[in-house]
């Protein structure tokens, strides 16, 4: 699993931190970071999917 960010689409929103925050975390200047692109927890997988289908600008991917 790789998780891809749309930079063009992404607004900051944070709601991919709110359903996984040892992934995702978003600065004061609404940017978001990817803090771990190829997690290894099974139980982070299930977070990681449900971020990119929470996601309400469909800014993030996976690749399996």
């Given at each position: 699993m790789?998780?891809?960010?749309?930079?063009?689409?992404?607004?900051?929103?944070?709601?991919?931190?709110?359903?996984?925050?040892?992934?995702?975390?978003?600065?004061?200047?609404?940017?978001?970071?990817?803090?771990?692109?190829?997690?290894?927890?099974?139980?982070?997988h299930?977070?990681?999917?449900?971020?990119?289908?929470?996601?309400?600008?469909?800014?993030?991917t996976?690749?399996?």
């Amino acid at each position: 699993m790789k998780i891809t960010v749309d930079r063009n689409l992404c607004d900051g929103n944070g709601v991919c931190m709110g359903i996984a925050p040892d992934v995702f975390d978003v600065d004061d200047d609404l940017t978001l970071h990817v803090t771990d692109e190829i997690p290894d927890d099974p139980d982070v997988h299930a977070q990681v999917r449900q971020s990119v289908t929470s996601c309400p600008v469909l800014a993030l991917t996976l690749v399996e």
